[in-house]
């Protein structure tokens, strides 16, 4: 079993920063890749970034690309959302997810494990 428990969300101003952090517990980090949803109100989850076990695949939204960076540091077990720029439709609940496999995917069904949440609301 896995808990991953996120930090770093809030409240910020467009053209602000944030990052976003997701520590794992339990299995080994490294046998996960990992994904960054996120679900503002009335909308369906929407992909983020993924990366995967090596950190030798990354892959972003078309909503992200250019401004947000996907990292992890297996040796603290964590793994990060660096968000730039951030705009006011950036507002939403940011999930991180571990999937049981070598890559990520910009799927949700494809993941096993999944943080609490974390509010980032942008403000115009």
């Known amino acids: 079993q896995v808990q991953l428990v996120q930090s770093g969300g809030g409240l910020v101003q467009a053209g602000d920063s944030l990052r976003l952090s997701c520590a794992a517990s339990g299995r080994a980090f490294t046998s996960y890749s990992v994904g960054w949803f996120r679900q503002a109100p009335g909308k369906e989850r929407e992909f983020v970034a993924a990366i995967s076990r090596s950190a030798g695949n990354i892959y972003y939204g078309d909503s992200v690309k250019g401004r947000f960076t996907i990292s992890r540091d297996n040796a603290k077990n964590t793994a990060y959302l660096q968000m730039n720029s951030l705009r006011p439709e950036d507002t939403a609940v940011y999930y991180c997810?571990?999937?049981?496999?070598?890559?990520?995917?910009?799927?949700?069904?494809?993941?096993?494990?999944w943080g609490q949440g974390t509010q980032v609301t942008v403000s115009s």
């Open positions: 997810a571990l999937r049981s496999w070598a890559r990520g995917t910009p799927k949700s069904n494809d993941y096993d494990y």
